[in-house]
């Protein structure tokens, strides 16, 4: 699918240790999951090292949180995509990361053909000590929050990028072509939220 992405280095910054971003996503009318979930865009510190494909963390070589999505569902006949993070951090279980569904308050339940804001925060944690958090909102609702997390032992691990990363699986390939849309991208220290209507 897409494989975009935006380091910090690339574009003159410091590489920091907390960050927001926001974009608005539309999934198409042939938008459905049957087979397997996927990744959506997030942030990341691979720095090629770990953090992504069974490259598991050890607090030294890297991290990620990037999206995700699930199996379409069905309800009265309707279309749901479930979202959340897909995020590799030094306390999960086994060489994948872990994926968490956003189940606050509405959540995180996306309609066929309809523009979301989606908006996710990172801060990562002082290296001796399980502060990390992780958040998400959707059309300005929280619909996610994790604290407690560790990312890193040492400060050379930062946000490197805002990784761009629209994919199918897993190792599964998609049974048919589906079409995502991606708009109105902004990248901020403070939050940022839905744009203003005229």
């Given at each position: 699918?897409?494989?975009?992405?935006?380091?910090?280095?690339?574009?003159?910054?410091?590489?920091?240790?907390?960050?927001?971003?926001?974009?608005?996503?539309?999934?198409?009318?042939?938008?459905?999951q049957?087979?397997?979930?996927?990744?959506?865009?997030?942030?990341?510190?691979?720095?090629?090292?770990?953090?992504?494909?069974?490259?598991?963390?050890?607090?030294k070589?890297?991290?990620?949180a990037?999206?995700?999505?699930?199996?379409?569902?069905?309800?009265?006949n309707?279309r749901?995509?479930?979202?959340?993070?897909?995020?590799?951090?030094?306390?999960?279980y086994?060489?994948?990361?872990?994926?968490?569904?956003?189940?606050?308050?509405e959540?995180?339940?996306?309609?066929?053909?309809?523009?979301?804001?989606i908006?996710?925060?990172?801060q990562l944690?002082?290296?001796d000590?399980?502060?990390?958090?992780?958040?998400?909102?959707?059309?300005?609702?929280?619909?996610?929050?994790?604290?407690?997390?560790?990312?890193?032992?040492?400060?050379?691990?930062?946000?490197e990028?805002?990784?761009?990363?629209?994919y199918?699986?897993?190792?599964?390939?998609?049974?048919?072509?589906?079409?995502v849309?991606?708009?109105?991208?902004?990248?901020s220290?403070?939050?940022?939220?839905?744009m203003?209507?005229?």
């Amino acid at each position: 699918g897409l494989n975009q992405r935006l380091r910090f280095k690339d574009i003159g910054e410091l590489e920091p240790d907390h960050a927001y971003f926001r974009y608005y996503i539309r999934l198409a009318d042939n938008w459905d999951q049957t087979v397997t979930q996927g990744k959506l865009p997030g942030f990341a510190g691979t720095y090629n090292r770990a953090g992504w494909g069974s490259r598991k963390p050890n607090g030294k070589n890297g991290w990620s949180a990037r999206g995700h999505f699930l199996k379409t569902v069905r309800v009265k006949n309707k279309r749901l995509n479930p979202i959340g993070s897909y995020v590799y951090h030094l306390d999960q279980y086994g060489h994948y990361g872990s994926a968490w569904t956003w189940s606050k308050g509405e959540g995180g339940l996306l309609k066929n053909d309809r523009w979301y804001c989606i908006e996710q925060f990172v801060q990562l944690n002082d290296p001796d000590q399980k502060n990390g958090v992780l958040k998400a909102w959707v059309d300005g609702r929280l619909v996610f929050e994790q604290q407690g997390l560790r990312f890193r032992l040492s400060n050379e691990l930062k946000i490197e990028e805002v990784w761009f990363n629209i994919y199918h699986g897993g190792t599964a390939n998609s049974p048919r072509d589906q079409t995502v849309y991606i708009d109105n991208f902004v990248l901020s220290k403070e939050y940022i939220g839905p744009m203003k209507r005229p």
